[in-house]
């Protein structure tokens, strides 16, 4: 059987960083942003394995960190219950846009980055991002849209009070972690029993 490499975490450590992730998340805008795409669909197919493709950045100034947000996203994948093929894995075998590699994943997660402003990062603890985030069925970013939503939110890590965090903290992954997990908040949590309901019965 062919096999391919998955990114895997921990059961108990998995479920802590969850909980203690879940606590920190102090964004304002906490209205859920509209989700878009075949739900239906998604919820029949219970998709396991997913590629997520290389960041695209569509700011002006071309800065965002490209591995940072695409690391977030596998890892809140893997919250979600699904199980991200592993970046360079995806890399070896991504051309014009779509994964090549046998088998081909269930799905594929595009995530554009329009807005990314950690200017005021340091003085208020505040950063503004806006992204769109496509899950595709499939191995080809043309496959079915079964899942869509574009975020605009603003991660605050300060302490409140308009007081940043503490100098000399690595806060960009720690922003771009609470992003992605508000990004995610709305894609179905993968059921395991109704994935394996769903798997046809070889007579």
């Not at 965002?64 to 596998?74: G, I, K, Q, T, Y």
């Not at 603890?125 to 806006?130: H, I, L, R």
């Not at 100098?167 to 395991?192: N, S």
């Not at 309901?197 to 070889?202: D, F, G, I, Q, R």
Request: glycine share 6%; hydrophobic share 40%; net charge negative.
């Amino acid at each position: 059987m062919f096999a391919r490499k998955t990114v895997r975490i921990l059961v108990g450590v998995l479920l802590a960083s969850l909980t203690a992730s879940a606590c920190r998340a102090t964004g304002k805008d906490q209205d859920s942003p509209a989700v878009r795409g075949a739900i239906t669909r998604l919820q029949e197919l219970q998709p396991t394995d997913v590629a997520v493709a290389p960041i695209r950045d569509l700011t002006d100034s071309q800065r965002v960190p490209l591995e940072v947000f695409r690391n977030a996203f596998v890892e809140t994948l893997i919250e979600r219950r699904y199980s991200p093929l592993a970046p360079d894995y995806v890399d070896a075998n991504w051309v014009e846009a779509s994964f090549k590699g046998t088998p081909p994943p269930d799905g594929i997660l595009v995530i554009a980055v329009k807005e990314w402003d950690p200017g005021h990062l340091f003085s208020t603890g505040k950063v503004a991002a806006t992204a769109d985030i496509v899950l595709f069925e499939g191995g080809d970013t043309t496959g079915r849209v079964l899942w869509q939503v574009t975020l605009k939110h603003e991660v605050d890590l300060s302490d409140g009070r308009g007081h940043p965090p503490a100098a000399g903290e690595d806060l960009i992954p720690k922003v771009v972690r609470q992003f992605a997990q508000k990004a995610l908040q709305e894609l179905p949590m993968r059921d395991p029993v109704a994935a394996h309901a769903s798997v046809p019965t070889v007579q």
